[in-house]
């Protein structure tokens, strides 16, 4: 009787899609001692058969329903971050993972490394982490931080589509007007967008979680210059982002690997920074709009 109270109470929500303000309005204990995922995924999909429509409903239920937390370095199950109703970015898609494949569609995990605001207490962490524990921990520090999210296989189209259930967005356009648009970006949770300010490197991951193809270019080069129809490419400025961004690819993949110590980079990290904010500047002034 349990489980069918609570699948009851998803369908409700899950009526509407998510919008930006109504995270954290939505919260509901779920008796997940007595939860079938299967039903559990179900329930928010409906009657629906589209395998796409199938990843927006689970996607925008789980990004209204749940709230972003702090890492605390705590591996939780799929139930326990259920039973929490939240987690941070990868116990957020570990979840969404768990219910897209309950529907029967194909994914696969995302890391990225993004800007982020100059923090010195975080590089601090960071450091500290390092010493302790390996390089592995260097993907976040005094100007960077790591992100995790997913990628499912639309095979309409017959390519992946991001989803990323913290900033509550689907599909390579919404995607790329979330983390690299010059504009205001409307997401789920403006304050997480907000300091995401530009990822610049993405790989899809392995079943160990490691690092596998090479998503960087797709994404931060010519997904990046697409949204802007081309015409990035014609400032100065895109030679340096785009030579920026290969330079950090291939240590910032060692660094998810523990090879090598991202914190090394700084210079290259706060050079690429810099870079953005160059290249959001120059296409204003050419193009005197924001988006």
């Known amino acids: 009787m349990r489980t069918v109270i609570c ?21 509901q204990k779920i008796d997940t001692l007595h939860l079938n995922l299967k039903m559990f995924a179900d329930s928010i999909t409906g009657h629906e058969r589209d395998e796409y429509e199938k990843a927006r409903k689970l996607l925008y239920w789980l990004s209204s329903n749940f709230e972003w937390k702090a890492t605390d370095y705590k591996t939780r199950t799929v139930n326990e971050i259920i039973a929490r109703n939240g987690g941070n970015c990868f116990e957020l898609a570990k979840v969404y993972m768990a219910l897209i494949k309950e529907a029967g569609i ?5 890391a990225e490394i993004n800007i982020h605001p100059y923090t010195p207490r975080r590089q601090a962490s960071a450091a500290e982490l390092v010493k302790q524990k390996g390089n592995s921990f260097s993907v976040f520090g005094l100007q960077h931080n790591d992100h995790r999210w997913v990628e499912i296989y639309d095979k309409k189209n017959n390519l992946w589509q991001p989803a990323d259930p913290s900033m509550g967005v689907i599909g390579l356009n919404d995607w ?5 648009w010059f504009g ?25 979680r490691a690092p596998d193809e090479n998503r960087t270019a797709y994404y931060l080069i010519e997904g990046f210059n697409n949204l802007y129809q ?7 400025e895109w030679k340096e982002w ?14 998810f690997t523990g090879k090598e110590n991202l914190h ?6 706060s050079k690429l920074a810099d870079t953005y904010q160059q290249l959001k500047s120059a296409y204003n002034r050419k193009y005197g709009q924001r988006g």
């Open 264 to 269: 090394d980079h700084q210079a290259s990290i």
């Open 184 to 208: 205001e970006r409307k997401t789920i949770d403006t304050a997480i967008t907000n300091s995401m300010i530009v990822p610049f490197v993405i790989f899809s991951t392995d079943a160990k």
């Open 230 to 236: 081309g015409k990035l490419e014609t400032l100065p």
């Open 242 to 255: 785009v030579n920026a961004v290969n330079a950090l690819t291939g240590p910032a993949k060692n660094a």
């Open 7 to 27: 699948i009851v109470l998803v369908v409700t929500a899950a009526c509407c899609y998510a919008q930006p303000e109504q995270r954290n309005k939505q919260l």
């Open 106 to 110: 194909t994914h696969r995990g995302v």
């Open 176 to 180: 790329l007007k979330a983390r690299v």
